[in-house]
């Protein structure tokens, strides 16, 4: 079915209905492979039943009853994974994998909403990214859809969220809606006028409360985290990842690098605070963000520079006004330092080893899922050509075909 989508009018986009039973090869392919910076040129792409089954250097010539699409010498990459999104509609997240992010990890959203999509999506009834889901954030005043949600915790409404024992039952709460990891706000949030991103909301005992009863469910914690001595308290809990960290010092990005935390630093959106439009526009947020932007980029220059394990994200909603891509992002890395190698393995295989699905997806190799990207151009060449991701393909079906080149997988 071709259909036009606003901005993709000129795309062909295909049906998932369409594709279920129908498997694809892709010719004069070029892989990127995002583990050793390699390329394997000419080569052709088998798939079928969702999953990826030869990868024939030598091009081979296509058998059976499938699609075939020649690439003709385009590029292609896994597809993106965002490790940070607050989205909680369907065509949000369908906007966030026409982008080319197959799969992404939701920050919170109202009334369970990301754990309803990842179920929607894992039985087919959806078209989106593979979500990960952490309900409500773990913060003192907790969302007032949480209390609805859990009347049974109406007590500790009005910011009572405080102490091991407050922090226990808000986690086993969101445990028992078989979220796949906790967010916490180790400190106050940067998108809001009247808070200071630098205040810590949680000390490490409270924090490591968490990370106990998310580690009995066989799932981690991230924090966010922008200010110094909020994110210290978490590493040394025991988080899993650090997400902003805008103003960590040299002693917090050390621990982080020893202990294996990862850092998800989200320099794209402080650059939307300082910009009209987007997912931010308000005065007192373009002054803090123009502040914010030179320290968030030292921040992750350092902790690169220290060994700390990088991970992309966008931190937007993926809304009709949202202005930040993934690609976005990892241009942002690339100027603090990561190669464009580097960058591409913080939106793909250090974003798999977070997520932990590392043995589903995140690269291009035998055996895993077909979520993968067709780029015009070499992203190792220049990580720029991921702003124009020309097809999409996720579990195997073609989701999205841009451009004016023959051998579309459907007529």
């Given amino acids: 079915m071709i259909r036009s989508l606003g901005f993709l009018s000129v795309a062909v ?154 922090v226990r039952r808000v986690t086993r709460a969101l445990l028992s809606r078989n979220v796949d990891f906790i967010k916490t706000n180790a400190t106050e949030r940067a998108g809001l006028p009247n808070t200071d991103p630098r205040k810590q909301l949680f000390d490490q005992t409270e924090i490591a409360a968490m990370v106990e009863e998310a580690g009995r469910a066989g799932i981690g914690v991230s924090a966010h985290a922008h200010g110094d001595a909020g994110a210290r308290a978490a590493v040394a809990a025991g988080v899993r990842s650090i997400e902003h960290g805008t103003y960590l010092s040299e002693t917090t990005l050390r621990m982080m690098a020893e202990r294996g935390t990862y850092l998800v630093p989200t320099i794209a959106i402080v650059r939307d605070l300082t910009i009209p439009g987007g997912d931010y526009d308000n005065a007192v947020l373009n002054i803090r963000g123009r502040h914010m932007l030179p320290r968030v980029q030292r921040m992750a220059a350092m902790a690169h520079r220290l060994g700390v394990t990088i991970v992309a994200a966008t931190d937007t909603g993926y809304g ?42 995140g690269r291009i190799e035998v055996g895993l899922e077909a979520d993968l990207i067709v780029l015009e151009h070499n992203p190792l060449d220049g990580i720029g050509t991921l702003q124009d991701v020309l097809m999409v393909v996720s579990d195997g079906e073609v989701i999205v075909q841009r451009g004016d080149w023959p051998g579309r997988p459907m007529s």
Avoid: K
């Fill in 13 to 166: 986009v295909v049906s998932a209905s369409q594709l279920v039973a129908q498997d694809l090869v892709l010719t004069n392919a070029n892989v990127v492979n995002v583990t050793d910076g390699t390329v394997v040129m000419d080569a052709t792409v088998t798939i079928a039943n969702g999953r990826i089954v030869s990868i024939d250097a030598d091009g081979g010539s296509p058998t059976g009853d499938r699609s075939v699409v020649d690439l003709g010498g385009r590029y292609v990459a896994p597809g993106l994974m965002d490790a940070h999104v607050h989205v909680g509609a369907e065509a949000d997240a369908r906007r966030a994998l026409l982008s080319g992010v197959t799969t992404m990890r939701s920050m919170g959203a109202d009334h369970y909403a990301d754990v309803g999509m990842r179920e929607l999506q894992r039985a087919g009834h959806a078209t989106t990214p593979e979500h990960l889901a952490a309900g409500y954030h773990v913060r003192p005043q907790m969302a007032e859809g949480f209390f609805q949600d859990h009347p049974e915790l109406g007590g500790l409404d009005g910011g009572n969220v405080q102490g091991v024992d407050a």
């Fill in 320 to 361: 009709p006004n949202s202005t930040t891509t993934l690609a976005h992002e990892l241009l942002e890395l690339e100027t603090v330092g990561l190669t464009p190698l580097e960058a591409l393995q913080a939106a793909t295989i250090n974003a798999a080893e977070l997520f932990g699905v590392s043995d589903h997806t």
